[in-house]
């Protein structure tokens, strides 16, 4: 409740801030203190049960100390995007504070979305966290590109908010006590009605479209290249991390008794995504767009929460969660200060921006999965909890051999780093001596998670 409240009146406070401070770095800083002050706020629940805000939610919302982990680790992505790319987010146009508020807002939907016990609720966290999205992707309003990407990204937006809108409908019809809420629903414990069935793939389908799962992924790689730089890294981590920790919450709360006769559903999905995502991406000439394709890839893996539900895939997910975001904003930095974004551009790094290069070295190392990296410890916990549930080991296989063809696709931006020689294309990169040291604290924090997970994960278990 902390992170919900807090993060809505940060937004509101920045709205009025904007009307009278005219200082151009002041955006960014109160930015970073609102998100340090969320962050604490939220430790305090997290630890010691202590909440701020004393509000009637009428058990619309739940706090346990697995949803308040993963907010720690959004919100304490969010500050490491602000500290990298603040600058950046200041440059997209001239309401600086606004783009900031909006960030919080976001946020907030972000808050909902991880603690809902309620399907209106669901779809209220939901739209608070998406439509500001639409708004942030087109907010270069010279670019016709980010336009175009805005558009999409708006309909197709709201098209799948319909079919969330029409599943929650069938199963409040269907279910047998006439109930919103996700864990008085029942489903599974007698006869399954047909419009039990439809309001669920309603669901699934609705919620694939939010985390980018084939095949409900067409709109990520036109929105991720159109958008921002700066909004891409954003909506590629906290957003996707966001959906799919809504999408287990709701699948393990109100069907998890029927687990068994969706799980093979869920195989097909991931198999379909780790296909698209990865073959797709070998093909790209665009660093960022071969970004958003991985994206996709890593959407399959993350599917094993939803597949195994279990302890290992709960504690997977957190994990993943914040591997796959800490690289994620990595690499989106390094390309955001780029104005060559295909591989070329990074040709000869190694030798022009030394820390820069070795920086997103271990950022793309984790995306692949290298032993030592956070990545690596992410895909096996995702890989451990599918072979404890007793089933369908070859989903396993098909994971381990995609996770070896994504490494085609990252090995070539390193290949381009270190063994390619620098032609001009990255010598007008401009970085700061901070932004460097910024992306190498990103860097060991994936090493320091990939040798001690329970650094992260112990939090979930106080």
């Known amino acids: 409740m902390n992170a919900i409240v807090f993060t809505a009146l940060w937004g509101v406070i920045m709205m009025i801030a904007g009307a009278f401070v005219r200082s151009t770095t002041a955006p960014r800083y109160m930015g970073m203190l609102g998100i340090i002050l969320v962050f604490v706020v939220n430790a305090m629940e997290l630890t010691s049960g202590f909440s701020l805000f004393t509000l009637p939610t009428m058990d619309m919302v739940r706090s346990s100390t697995f949803n308040l982990t993963f907010l720690a680790v959004v919100f304490g992505i969010t500050f490491l995007i602000f500290l990298l790319n603040g600058r950046d987010i200041e440059k997209i146009g001239k309401h600086k504070f606004e783009y900031f508020a909006i960030l919080f807002f976001i946020l907030c939907g972000v808050s909902l979305v991880s603690t809902f016990n309620n399907l209106l609720l669901l779809f209220l966290g939901i739209e608070i966290m998406t439509i500001p999205l639409y708004i942030l992707t087109g907010s270069d ?24 809108l029409m599943g929650i409908a069938f199963l ?50 036109d929105v991720y290249d159109g958008a921002p730089t700066v909004v891409t890294s954003f909506m590629s981590s906290v957003i996707k991390i966001a959906g799919f920790f809504a999408f287990l919450r709701l699948f393990e709360n109100a069907f998890g008794v029927m687990h068994a006769q969706w799980q093979m559903l869920i195989a097909l999905l991931i198999v379909a995504t780790l296909l698209v995502g990865n073959i797709t991406a070998i093909f790209q000439q665009s660093v960022k767009r071969m970004m958003a394709y991985s994206s996709i890839a890593q959407a399959g893996f993350m599917l094993f929460a939803l597949f195994a539900m279990n302890d290992m895939a709960r504690e997977g997910l957190v994990l993943y969660s914040a591997a796959y975001s800490l690289a994620s904003i990595g690499v989106f930095g390094v390309l955001a200060r780029m104005d060559d974004i295909t591989y070329g551009g990074f040709n000869g790094m190694g030798k022009t921006h030394p820390l820069l290069a070795l920086g997103t070295t271990v950022c ?39 996770a070896a063809v994504s490494a085609y696709y990252y090995f070539r931006v ?49």
Do not use: D
């Open 141 to 164: 309003k010279r670019n016709l590109v980010a336009n175009e990407a805005a558009l999409k990204y708006f309909l197709l937006g709201s098209f799948s908010t319909g079919l969330m």
């Open 172 to 221: 409040y019809g269907s279910n047998p006590v006439a109930s919103f809420y996700i864990n008085n629903m029942q489903f599974g414990v007698g006869a399954l009605p047909v419009l039990t069935v439809i309001g669920m793939l309603l669901l699934l389908s609705s919620m694939s479209f939010k985390v980018s799962v084939a095949p409900f992924h067409f709109w990520t790689p």
């Open 364 to 402: 793309l190392l984790s995306l692949t999965g290298i032993p030592l990296t956070a990545g690596f410890l992410a895909k096996f916990y995702m890989l451990a909890s599918a072979v404890q549930t007793g089933v369908y080991f070859w989903l396993v296989v098909v994971a381990v051999l995609f």
């Open 414 to 462: 390193i290949r381009a780093i270190y063994f390619k020689s620098p032609e001009g294309n990255n010598e007008g990169i401009k970085v700061s001596r901070s932004f460097e040291w910024i992306l190498l604290l990103i860097a060991c924090l994936i090493i320091a998670l990939g040798i001690n997970p329970e650094w992260l994960l112990g939090w979930m278990f106080i």
